[in-house]
């Protein structure tokens, strides 16, 4: 690459785009021949990137899953044990945090960048760890877990825009698995890290110690990897912007690259958009679209899933410590069989699949419940069927709308379309767990 490319510049959206196509014209024919011979770009440039954004989904999961084990003992040591007001308003404060953290991603992530955006996000995660673990009344913890709620509400929302803006088209459903993969990851390590909770006093201080690691990890390495390409472009530094694309696809890759993103990034001359606009206008079928998507996925009622599982298969006589184990391992196996399909059936496929399978697990649990008083044969069927919709969750309606969403909504929109799209899937949460 010519190092007279890497120099900063800041450009309007459409002389970029007109640049770049008089290049095109120009160099038509020798662009053709090296992607006839270089084919897709190697995903192994872009992989370690995306491994370092995902830390950000794994902590999301941790955080969902780490008060489960050891809510009990906390509200003994914190003395406020038998309140069922205070512990809701322990977990539930979490989820208030992730909703303020997911409206403010897209200001965030558009007006510092992807990289500084997941660096913020693990700041409150770090000091929300440390003051759950030493707190010593019901104040500090609820204070810490709002900490740890706002980084989960910005972390996950910047990770769905970087790994779609950072990976090769090629094995971008692949690595948008990823975030569910690490999101699964994170619950059951706080499953197993939760165990000794009973058995060791004060166990639990240490469950939230743990958690401050990889967030720093995660604010390290991030100092190392990419920004994202479209990010730059947004900005008008396009010579960034290619030496972005030249780590993450290749050298020969970055001229076809930026073509393609000043296609798509054709007609958006403002540099910003305000929440407002995403409900008229060109832009509302698809924010309502990717509304609705969050909507559903909650709605489909893996929550009640999570929560009354342990239910479930007590009844069936098994401990509640195998039956969340056995809950986040069909989560996590769902998750790959979503992502060795996902480039290769599709989006909608794999979406309509997932939710075909939730409904057929739901009539297991109906024949289960008519079955109640015959014979024994209605608990494995319910056991079964708790099973299979977690399973059939992680296949589709898990993952793909994270994956989907920025894939479809253009540039200009995205990480504001993004942050109010997820935000539904907090206000789903929160009204759940207000309700039950």
Known sequence: MNLNSTVYKRMPSRDLADDLDRGDDASGPLLSAV???????????????????????????YHLGVVNEPLEIISI????????LAEGFVVSMCLGGALIGCLFSGWISDGIGRRRAFQLSALPMILGAFLSASSTSLEGMLVGRFLVGTGMGLGPTVASLYVTEV??????????????????????????????????????????????????????CMEFCAESPHWLYKRGRIGEAEVEFERLLGGSHVKSAMAELSRSDRGDESESIKYSELFYGRHFRVVFIGTMLFALQQLSGINAVFYFSSAVFRSAGVPSEIANVCV?????????????????????????GSFLGMAASMGLQVVAATLHHQDSWHLYLSVGGMLLFVLAFALGAGPVPGLLLPEIFPNKIRAKAMALCMSVHWVMSIIFVTLT
């Open 167 to 220: 990976s090769p088209p090629s094995v971008r459903g692949t690595y948008g698995s990823f975030i569910q993969i690490a999101t699964c990851l994170g619950l059951i390590a706080a499953l197993f890290i939760g165990i000794p909770v009973k058995e060791v006093v004060g166990w639990w201080r240490v469950c939230f110690w743990v958690s401050a690691v990889p967030a720093a990890l995660l604010a390290l």
């Open 35 to 61: 992607d006839q011979n270089s084919g897709n770009p190697s995903w192994k440039l872009s992989l370690p990137h995306v491994c370092v954004a995902t830390m950000s989904s794994f902590l999301f999961g």
């Open 77 to 84: 040591d914190l003395g406020f044990a038998g309140n069922t």
């Open 328 to 352: 986040g391992f069909a989560n996590l196996s769902g998750s790959i069989i979503a992502m060795l399909l996902m480039d290769k059936l599709g989006r909608k496929i794999l979406l309509l």
